[in-house]
């Protein structure tokens, strides 16, 4: 085909039928890819495939209370659930937490937060922090730290509030 100078039917070499066919498969997985949703990753050695795969809600930190720049004035309730992985509690502790202003200054105690019911691995709480420094308004945030570290690095979540004096 290549080869191919008067116009006359040549039949294709094997290469080129290859070729083809490898072209054509790329083309149909990579159409099938965008029409259901599946996404494939590979390695040198393993392949995997994982189609419309959703985070796993099993484990982790849940706030129930407060809410994302919710407004706090002398206290903040705090409310919610921990469930394994990183977020794993013990029988007396379910996570600490502290409130800090936009600069870093604490403006409550490090306080430990202790479990109001353990089923299993899910852990859940419903405690106040008191603030011993009110700032007039601003931004600032509740810091929650894992009661059991995991691995050689602390995580940590922090919750935007908005002070307000009023």
């Not at 919610?80 to 794993?88: A, D, L």
Request: hydrophobic content about 35%; charged content about 15%; aromatic content about 6%.
């Amino acid at each position: 085909m290549a080869d191919d100078k008067g116009g006359s039917s040549k039949t294709w070499e094997p290469f080129e039928v290859v070729l083809v066919l490898l072209l054509a498969i790329g083309l149909l997985s990579k159409i099938q890819t965008k029409t259901t949703g599946q996404t494939t990753t590979s390695s040198e050695k393993t392949k995997t495939t994982v189609v419309n795969k959703t985070p796993d809600t099993s484990c982790g930190l849940t706030i129930l209370h407060p809410h994302s720049l919710e407004k706090i004035h002398t206290e903040v309730p705090l409310s919610g659930s921990t469930v394994g992985c990183n977020w794993k509690s013990t029988d007396t502790i379910a996570l600490y937490a502290q409130v800090i202003d936009a600069n870093g200054k604490p403006v409550s105690d490090y306080v430990t937060v202790v479990p109001t019911e353990v089923v299993g691995d899910t852990t859940s709480f419903d405690t106040t922090i008191y603030l011993f420094d009110q700032p007039s308004s601003g931004k600032g945030y509740i810091i929650l730290i894992p009661a059991v570290p995991s691995g050689d690095h602390s995580i940590t979540y922090r919750i935007p509030v908005t002070f307000s004096s009023s």
